[in-house]
T-cell receptor, first 116, second 112 residues
Framework: GAVVSQHPSRVICKSGTSVKIECRSL??????MFWYRQFPKQSLMLMAT?????????EQGVEKDKFLINHASLTLSTLTVTSAHPEDSSFYIC????????????FGNGTRLTVT | QKEVEQNSGPLSVPEGAIASLNCTYS??????FFWYRQYSGKSPELIMF????GDKEDGRFTAQLNKASQYVSLLIRDSQPSDSATYLC????????????FGSGTRLSIRP
């Protein structure tokens, strides 16, 4: 089945620094990838839709200058959390969809971000 | 605002029994429906997807879709303790090529 690889799985950073999270589709091409955030005991909240070769589409309330998304190829999207603050600590999950057959979303394993 | 509603639970079911998880959605034009399972601290994994009215069976899992009632359900037969997890219902918006809306999830607990 379709595999989405996300890296790193865990990261701890200091306030004010930036963190980059990578999301790769390993065995399929994904023109669109999605970035979600999940706080403890809450559901997935879509942050942005990442489109290959164009600007990402951000959901209402998500700061595009703080959460930089780059989707440079059909298999790689990155999310950079800039000037991280403790309230950005969360579980970030990427997902992708095989453009060939419009299959359901497949998720990466997630990145647990802790900002101290 | 498109919505996907689920009972948060917890839903407690004895081992070996049938667990029934329900979901309603507001976008009448939605075409694709998904059930994901999420263990604590892990990312969601796809259990089943369904596009057409009726039932779709895969092993111990059966997804049921009723578009007229805007209702989708997941049945888990012969429940096992390993089925204890949060189950997320997801619906693909009709108005968007790709955007999928998730419910808040139902926490299922299978008691031995």
């Amino acid at each position: 089945g379709a595999v989405v690889s996300q890296h790193p799985s865990r990261v701890i950073c200091k306030s004010g620094t930036s963190v980059k999270i990578e999301c790769r589709s390993l065995d399929f091409q994904a023109t669109t990838m999605f970035w979600y955030r999940q706080f403890p005991k809450q559901s997935l909240m879509l942050m942005a839709t990442s489109n290959e070769g164009s600007k990402a589409t951000y959901e209402q309330g998500v700061e595009k200058d703080k959460f930089l998304i780059n989707h440079a190829s059909l298999t790689l999207s990155t999310l950079t959390v800039t000037s991280a603050h403790p309230e950005d600590s969360s579980f970030y999950i990427c997902s992708a969809r095989d453009r060939a057959n419009l299959s359901p979303l497949h998720f990466g394993n997630g990145t647990r971000l802790t900002v101290t | 605002q498109k919505e996907v509603e689920q009972n948060s639970g917890p839903l407690s079911v004895p081992e070996g029994a049938i667990a029934s998880l329900n979901c309603t959605y507001s976008d009448r034009g939605s075409q694709s429906f998904f059930w994901y399972r999420q263990y604590s601290g892990k990312s969601p994994e796809l259990i089943m997807f369904i596009y057409s009215n009726g039932d779709k069976e895969d092993g111990r899992f059966t997804a049921q879709l009723n578009k007229a009632s805007q209702y989708v359900s997941l049945l888990i037969r012969d429940s096992q303790p390993s089925d204890s997890a949060t189950y997320l219902c997801a619906v693909k918006e009709y108005s968007s090529a790709s955007k999928i809306i998730f419910g808040s999830g139902t926490r299922l607990s299978i008691r031995p």
